[in-house]
């Protein structure tokens, strides 16, 4: 129902910055919350950020708070990831996600949550 492409991954030195962006295709995106993920090597998928699917609300990983923000634009079906000063400890395959709002009555961070994924962007921080 809604088709995920993440780009902007690369190579960033630590203390730099970097903006993930997730293009959306298919269904309108303001139908859906939408997040971000990462999967390092060796270890679970886990949450990053998440924003509502007006833009009203945001939730982030305590690991990444302050460091990074969610916004989107619905307008052009796109969300975006920045990344300002990045530690090695970032390193991952950063996925973009979307949540079904009337699947959840509140903003989720869980993956389960959500139904739709892009195929991923490798992020690396260099030290």
């Known amino acids: 129902q809604v088709q995920l492409v993440e780009s902007g991954g690369g190579l960033v030195q630590a203390g730099g910055s970097l903006r993930l962006s997730c293009t959306a295709s298919?269904?309108?995106?303001?139908?859906?919350?939408m997040g971000w993920f990462r999967q390092a090597p060796g270890k679970e998928r886990e949450f990053v950020a998440a924003?509502?699917?007006?833009?009203?609300?945001?939730i982030y990983a305590d690991s990444v708070k302050g460091r990074f923000t969610i916004s989107r634009d619905n307008a052009k079906n796109m969300v975006y990831l920045q990344m300002n000063s990045p530690k090695p400890e970032d390193t991952a395959v950063y996925y973009c996600?979307?949540?079904?709002?009337?699947?959840?009555?509140?903003?989720?961070?869980?993956?389960?949550?959500?139904?739709?994924w892009g195929q991923g962007t490798q992020v690396t921080v260099s030290s």
């Open positions: 298919g269904r309108t995106l303001s139908s859906y919350h």
């Open positions: 924003i509502s699917w007006g833009g009203g609300s945001t």
């Open positions: 996600a979307a949540a079904p709002k009337y699947y959840s009555l509140s903003l989720p961070s869980a993956p389960a949550t959500y139904a739709y």
